[in-house]
């Protein structure tokens, strides 16, 4: 069939009005929800430090305070490099802690309300104070304000060595679920230490190799061992041994109340628990999203160590010149959008602290309910792993992740990619979902861009979770061919 010239430019022009449309629509509807949003924030701050002060004798800080504030009210010392509040002592009764932030946590843009308070501020100052003029200066009524900042500017920047004091485990808040499972490890004779769940050969025998499965975001152990470990080949099973482990503040490894949830803690945690508990002297990396940047970091630390990689949906955005990288990686994960879902939900418990607190008290501490209902409804025909990762975990714990790996990332992961290419003698493959609405496609080929011998496979019709789920045996047998190419290249 022929499609005249004037009729394919005016299917063209139609798509691209609705596609425009759509965008203006999701837009708008954003910016109205949004701004609810950011009202009910504002007040649930209120509430809950009302309720921490009733329950646990204490009003805890939170981020909506500015740094200079949240310091006098905290036992922590922020420390500012650069201009930037990157790094934090925090000092609690018995350790000691010292660690990157992300600059994400106190400066995640202008909510509606403080728009409108700066707006009415401006207006007052106008109207009341007018301009001051003091000989051929003219000062606004914000002058004792930039006369602080400028003072502040003057001072000098304190320096500390990257070293981490061990801290102490800390019972859950009101607010967490106390469940037998989310706090099996207050009980553990290994509180300190990551769960891990190990498949190795059977009658003994000693596996010639060893893979360490990382999940991502709001999961768990189980997206592996429920999915991938019970397809693999029976010649797999017996020459490796499989390590899933539960990322710190996931599934039934620690929740500390304390822990900041950096990529220092998370890395020396999987090093602690895994590297040296296992004495693993070479290991694959099987990654998912989140775990991708914590598989990379590993690989920098431990360059010798890794066969290889595989990489699914690495969250990699290429920060441009001139713009904060945490902030910006933020912006790109998190867009103020309501669709599509998966979206909306990254970017609620993004940007609001208390409202993720609110979800975590609703769905987190009855997940136990969700997963009977779930049974239930579905008549017992649905395996719960996935709910179980996704809501046995803290609020404290999710959202510091959230910030200091996936977002404070944003500045580390260039440095890491040119260390793996030029440094890291092993295969790279990456895996991505060609419908994955979470972390685009982009994000993948942008890695190979850094690492030319990396590979890229996409997946049709998959998106960032059924690129393993529903997949499991075919991605099984590429694993297996991955990890024997990675033996033959080194063999060469």
Request: a positive charge; aromatic letters at 10%.
């Amino acid at each position: 069939v022929q499609i005249k010239p004037l009729n394919f430019f005016y299917i063209f022009t139609t798509t691209n009005l609705i596609m425009g449309f759509a965008r203006w629509l999701n837009r708008t509807v954003g910016f109205f929800v949004f701004s609810l949003l950011d009202i009910a924030d504002f007040f649930l701050c209120f509430t809950y430090k009302t309720l921490d002060y009733f329950l646990e004798s204490e009003r805890k800080p939170c981020y909506c305070s500015s740094p200079p504030k949240a310091k006098a009210k905290t036992k922590k010392m922020i420390v500012s490099e650069r201009g930037e509040y990157s790094k934090v002592v925090s000092l609690t009764r018995t350790k000691i802690h010292f660690d990157e932030i992300s600059d994400t946590l106190y400066s995640r843009g202008p909510s509606l309300l403080t728009r409108l308070s700066k707006l009415v501020r401006s207006v007052k100052c106008f109207n009341y104070k007018g301009l001051i003029m003091r000989g051929n200066v003219v000062e606004s009524c914000d002058h004792d304000v930039s006369k602080k900042k400028i003072s502040k500017s003057k001072k000098r920047l304190m320096t500390l060595n990257s070293t981490v004091v061990e801290k102490s485990s800390t019972a859950p808040r009101w607010s967490d679920c106390h469940c037998s499972f989310c706090t099996s490890w207050l009980t553990s004779s290994n509180r300190d230490s990551l769960f891990v769940k190990v498949q190795q050969p059977k009658d003994n025998k000693k596996a010639r190799e060893n893979v360490v499965f990382i999940h991502g975001f709001v999961s768990s152990s189980a997206f592996w061992t429920e999915t991938l470990f019970p397809n693999f080949s029976d010649s797999a099973k017996s020459n490796y041994r499989f390590i899933a482990v539960d990322l710190l503040g996931y599934g039934r490894s620690p929740k500390p109340n304390d822990s900041l949830y950096t990529l220092r803690e998370h890395l020396e945690m999987i090093e602690k628990s895994v590297i040296s508990q296992f004495k693993l002297k070479t290991f694959h990396i099987v990654a998912h999203s989140l775990g991708c940047i914590l598989a990379l970091a590993l690989a920098v630390k431990h360059p010798g160590a890794i066969k290889s990689l595989t990489l699914l949906a690495p969250p990699y955005y290429k920060v441009p010149k001139g713009v904060q990288p945490a902030q910006y990686v933020m912006r790109e994960v998190a867009r103020k959008e309501v669709w599509p879902p998966m979206q909306f939900g990254a970017s609620v418990l993004s940007w609001y602290e208390h409202l993720g607190r609110t979800i975590g008290l609703v769905l987190i501490k009855n997940h136990h309910l969700i997963e009977f209902v779930t049974r239930l409804l579905t008549l017992n025909r649905i395996r719960t792993y996935l709910i179980e990762g996704f809501l046995c975990h803290t609020h404290n714990g999710s959202f510091h992740t959230l910030h200091n790996i996936i977002f404070g990332s944003g500045a580390k992961l260039d440095s890491y990619l040119d260390h793996v290419r030029d440094h890291v003698d092993c295969d790279i493959a990456i895996f991505h979902g060609g419908k994955d609405e979470l972390i685009p496609v982009e994000c993948s080929y942008s890695v190979k861009s850094k690492v030319p011998r990396a590979t890229v496979h996409v997946i049709p019709d998959k998106d960032h979770i059924t690129i393993v789920v529903g997949r499991q045996k075919d991605f099984a047998r590429e694993l297996e061919l991955i990890w024997q190419r990675s033996n033959t290249h080194q063999l060469k």
